[in-house]
């Protein structure tokens, strides 16, 4: 039984530039969250996908966006990075009706520079 | 408003119990978690607490919840070096779906 996947594991950017970030929910779930965790925090709630579209977004700006295919798979786009975008992303997945238990994958390390 | 907060560092001799506590501002939190972040890697679900209970024992680990003082903890039996990873305390509140994290606690294991 699968687990939740991302990719890459790494990735480095330049500010200004644009980044995708993937992840697979794992076997069974339809659901999708992604969280932001910067160095030596909690990780923060970006937004939730279900039923391919946004059901709750925490709070951050709108150069933030995501989709959800079909598959349940789904896609983090961060454009014009900054500096302060380095961080973990991690992704969640959940049952849509039970959200109340989220299962993290191992995560995506951004470094902008 | 909401906030989860822990204290930031805590070290146990090897075969100790140790206790991380966490508290949280939200009075409508409906359930309580403790999530474990080993170097490098995502979070790993180790636990939860719906919050009309007060106790929740699974194996070496047992949850406390007061939930008129808003506290929350987390008791780790026979403490291993395997146990040391950074804890995290987190809170879903009505109609969210949205997990609230506190800042995490690092636990280190001295053999």
């Known amino acids: 039984d699968a687990g939740v996947t991302q990719s890459p594991t790494h990735l480095i950017k330049t500010r200004g530039q644009q980044v995708t970030l993937r992840c697979s929910p794992k076997?069974?779930?339809?659901?999708v969250s992604w969280y932001q965790q910067a160095l030596g925090q909690g990780p923060q709630f970006i937004f939730q996908?279900?039923?391919?579209?946004?059901?709750q977004r925490g709070n951050f700006p709108d150069r933030f966006s995501g989709h959800q295919f079909p598959n349940y798979s789904s896609e983090l786009n961060v454009n014009a990075l900054l500096l302060g975008d380095s961080a973990l992303y991690l992704c969640?997945?959940?049952?849509?009706?039970?959200?109340?238990?989220?299962?993290f994958g191992p995560g995506t390390r951004l470094t902008v520079t | 408003g909401e906030d989860v907060e822990q204290s930031l560092f805590l070290s146990v001799r090897e075969g100790d119990s140790s206790v991380i506590n966490c508290t949280y501002t939200?009075?409508?939190?409906?359930?309580l978690y403790w999530y474990k972040q080993e170097p490098g890697a995502g979070l790993q679900l180790l636990t939860y607490?719906?919050?009309?209970?007060d106790m929740k024992q699974d194996q070496r680990l047992t949850v406390l919840l007061n939930k008129k003082d808003k506290h929350l903890s987390l008791r780790i039996a026979d403490t291993q070096t395997g146990d040391s990873a950074i804890y995290f305390c987190?809170?879903?509140?009505?109609?969210?779906?949205?997990?609230?994290f506190g800042s995490g606690t690092r636990l280190l294991v001295r053999p």
């Open positions: 076997s069974g779930h339809d659901t």
């Open positions: 969640a997945s959940s049952d849509g009706t039970d959200t109340y238990e989220q299962y």
């Open positions: 939200d009075s409508s939190s409906t359930y």
């Open positions: 996908y279900y039923e391919e579209e946004e059901r």
């Open positions: 607490i719906f919050s009309n209970m």
């Open positions: 987190a809170e879903t509140a009505d109609s969210s779906y949205k997990l609230i």
